[in-house]
């Protein structure tokens, strides 16, 4: 897929498809965390749709692709640190049960495989604009991938100590 087209209309697809799984799963989780995480990200996803949706309306038109700082702007990467130290939540203090585990696991693999598709689609274009802008979104969607593997990692782990258990 060397198209650039291709690739944001790919992408916009990742991103719809993301939206509507953490909009789905809000109300199944029953970590508090992972609640607000879900509904953080379905609207993060959203954003990132409507920026590659702007994308690839601007390669659609002949106008090339967006510069960095327009790209940029309203985006923040550092959303989830941010909102936990305002909310001032306390992750020790929030316990997740055994049916929150599929559900990050899920999270953590569709972040996973949204950054890894980033990753290689800076490949496939020769516009140093382009490559910026997906760089950008590959960082975007690693940051979201360590989180959600931070938190599956706790939820493991915090289960494992409740059900007697100890692998080491």
Same mark, same amino acid.
């Given at each position: 897929?060397?198209?650039?087209?291709?690739?944001?209309a790919f992408a916009m697809n990742m991103e719809k498809q993301g939206q509507k799984f953490y909009e789905s799963f809000v109300q199944q989780v029953n970590n508090t965390d992972a609640k607000r995480w879900f509904e953080t990200l379905a609207e993060t996803e959203k954003e990132h749709y409507e920026i590659l949706e702007k994308q690839l309306n601007q390669l659609n038109a002949g106008t090339g692709w967006m510069s960095l700082e327009e790209f940029q702007s309203g985006n923040d990467p550092e959303l989830f640190k941010k909102r936990q130290q305002a909310e001032d939540i306390d992750p020790n203090d929030n316990k997740y049960t055994l049916s929150d585990l599929s559900v990050l696991r899920m999270a953590y693999l569709i972040e996973?495989?949204?950054?890894e598709y980033y990753l290689k689609a800076i490949d496939q274009v020769d516009d140093e604009e382009g490559k910026k802008m997906l760089k950008t979104l590959y /960082?975007?969607?690693? &940051?979201?991938?360590?989180?959600?593997? /931070?938190?599956?990692? &706790?939820?493991?782990?915090s289960n494992w100590f409740e059900q007697g258990f100890a692998p080491f």
């Open positions: 897929m060397n198209n650039p087209k291709e690739i944001i996973n495989d949204f950054a /960082e975007w969607e690693n &940051e979201h991938r360590r989180v959600f593997h /931070e938190a599956y990692q &706790e939820a493991m782990q």
